[in-house]
């Protein structure tokens, strides 16, 4: 089966940095998603990391270990419309994904 | 182009009866997954079809059942419905290969809320 880890809840403030982790343990690994998803709204598709290193994409970067099974969503210059539920996706080699719990992030001025 | 419909937005249902829910995927895309989510149980995977056949299911019992026509289209159906089963559908297409390649992004449907009463 599969297991991925993240943090329920973070809070931050406006214009700084956060770092949202996500741990995980699967067969097949075949990519790691992270999805932004607002209350009420459709999860939006925000990176996609299959092998190790970091991703960048403006003000988000996405990192990836496979040995470690862990990645990270790098958020900088926290904007308010950043409150969000940021979901961290595992790919498998048979095309199953599976998602975490989602992690509520909620920005304070 | 459009993106990925869902219908109904909204549906209350009492216990016992059972439910169709109903997703367009984008156009060309051939893989529909649906999900559920629920406040306590986050996001959790139902069923992949691709090409009018399912392709991977996730741990629900029976009552859950799926469909894809040969236009992708696709229809989820809930037998026997509990008061456990309120929770947003949520079904995402793909552009996903027959090999399961993952770099290609879901896109997600603005889902259906089903109360059950």
């Known amino acids: 089966g599969q297991n991925i880890d993240q943090p329920t809840e973070m809070t931050a403030t406006e214009g700084a940095i956060v770092q949202i982790n996500c741990t995980y343990q699967?067969?097949?690994?075949?990519?790691l998603f992270w999805y932004q998803q607002h209350a009420g709204e459709a999860p939006t598709f925000l990176s996609y990391?299959?092998?190790?290193g970091l991703e960048e994409k403006g003000r988000f970067s996405s990192f990836l270990s496979r040995s470690k099974g862990y990645s990270y969503l790098l958020l900088k210059e926290l904007q308010m419309k950043d409150s969000a539920s940021y979901l961290c996706a595992v790919n498998t080699n048979a095309g199953k994904s599976t998602f975490g719990d989602g992690t509520t992030l909620t920005v304070k001025p | 182009k459009a993106g990925v419909t869902q219908t109904p937005r909204y549906l209350i249902k009492t216990r016992g009866q059972q439910v169709t829910l109903s997703c367009s995927p984008i156009s060309g895309h051939r893989s529909v997954s649906w999900y559920q989510q629920t406040p306590g149980q986050g996001l959790q995977f139902l069923f992949e079809y691709f090409s009018e056949t399912q392709r991977n299911k996730g741990n629900f019992p029976g009552r859950f059942s799926g469909r894809q026509f040969s236009n992708s289209r696709s229809e989820m159906n809930v037998s026997t419905l509990e008061l456990g089963d309120s929770a947003l559908y949520l079904c995402?297409?793909?552009?996903?290969?027959?090999?399961?390649?993952?770099?290609?992004?879901?896109?997600f449907g603005q889902g259906t809320r089903l109360t059950v009463v």
């Open positions: 995402a297409s793909s552009s996903r290969s027959p090999r399961g390649q993952a770099n290609t992004e879901a896109f």
């Open positions: 990391n299959v092998l190790d």
């Open positions: 699967t067969s097949g690994f075949n990519g």
